[in-house]
C-alpha cells in the first residue's frame, strides 16, 4: 500500500498569514503516461464529512475560495492557504488515487494563533 | 444536487454483523464513471477506506485488503442503495461510517469521493 505521511500534525497560524501542509507519499503518484498526480486534498470541519477541495493535486473544486491552492509532483506534495480565514479551522487529508487500495494521510489539524 | 444519507443501527454488539444502507439520489450507479464507497473514521482519527462499488455489472466490487474477509458491498440500482455489511464487529471498529459517490478516472481505474454523506456513528460495545 502506498503510505502518505502528513506534516505538521497541528500547526497554529495567525488569521490573514499563510498555512503550509504537506503531504509525502511512499511511492510516487505520478502517471507517466498523461502526466498527472493522482492526489487529491479534504478539508473537514468540526461534525462534517470531509469535503473535496483539490483533485490533481492542484485542480480546484467548484465552489473552493480561490486562497486554497494544491502544487507538487512526485511524492511531495502542499496544499496551502494564502490568507487564513477563521472558517479554515479544520483537519486536511490527503488522499493518493494512484494505485489499490486508495490511501489517506493521517491528517493535519489547522488552528488559529 | 447530489446527495447521500447512511443508515442502520447506531450500537451493535461484539461478533455481532453490521449492516449499513448508503441511500443516494442525484446520480446514477448505472452511469459509467460512478461509484460509491464506504470509508471509516474511528473517534478522533483518520480515514480509513473500506469499501467501493461501481457501474461495471461484471467486475463491479473492491475490498480493502485489512477487511476484506469481513466486508461485503451491494447495490440496488433500481432504488439508489448500496449496502455494506461487516461480520464478527469488535470494538475496535467503533467509528463514523461515511458513503460518498466515487468519480472514476476510467483510463486507470482510480478514483476519488467528491460527494459525502453526513455519515453515522456505529457503536460497538457489549
Known amino acids: 500500500d502506498i503510505v502518505m505521511t502528513q506534516s505538521p500534525d497541528s500547526p497554529a497560524v495567525s488569521l490573514g498569514e499563510r498555512a503550509t501542509i504537506n503531504c509525502k507519499s511512499s511511492?510516487?503518484?505520478?502517471?507517466?503516461?498523461?502526466?498527472?498526480?493522482?492526489l487529491a486534498w479534504y478539508q473537514q470541519k468540526p461534525g462534517q464529512p470531509p469535503r473535496l477541495l483539490i483533485s490533481w493535486a492542484s485542480t480546484r473544486e467548484s465552489g473552493v475560495p480561490d486562497r486554497f491552492s494544491g502544487s507538487g509532483s512526485g511524492t511531495d506534495f502542499n496544499l496551502t492557504i494564502s490568507s487564513l480565514q477563521a472558517e479554515d479551522v479544520a483537519v486536511y487529508y490527503c488522499?493518493?488515487?494512484?494505485?489499490?487500495?486508495?490511501?489517506f494521510g493521517q491528517g493535519t489539524r489547522l488552528e488559529i494563533k | 444536487q447530489i446527495t447521500l444519507k447512511e443508515s442502520g443501527p447506531t450500537l451493535v454488539k461484539p461478533t455481532q454483523t453490521l449492516t449499513l444502507t448508503c441511500t443516494f439520489s442525484?446520480?446514477?450507479?448505472?452511469?459509467?464513471?460512478?461509484?460509491v464507497g464506504w470509508i471509516r473514521q474511528p473517534p478522533g482519527k483518520a480515514l480509513e477506506w473500506l469499501a467501493l462499488i461501481y457501474w461495471d455489472d461484471d467486475d463491479d466490487k473492491r475490498y480493502s485488503p485489512s477487511v476484506k474477509s469481513r466486508l461485503t458491498i451491494t447495490k440496488d440500482t433500481s432504488k439508489n442503495q448500496v449496502v455494506l455489511t461487516m461480520t464478527n464487529m469488535d470494538p475496535v471498529d467503533t467509528a463514523t461510517y461515511y458513503c460518498a459517490k466515487a468519480h472514476f478516472v476510467t483510463s486507470s481505474w482510480s478514483y476519488y469521493f467528491d460527494y459525502w454523506g453526513q455519515g453515522t456513528l456505529v457503536t460497538v460495545s457489549a
Open positions: 442525484g446520480f446514477s450507479l448505472s452511469t459509467r464513471g460512478v461509484g
Open positions: 488522499q493518493q488515487y494512484y494505485d489499490n487500495p486508495i490511501t
Open positions: 511511492q510516487s503518484v505520478l502517471y507517466s503516461s498523461n502526466n498527472k498526480n493522482y
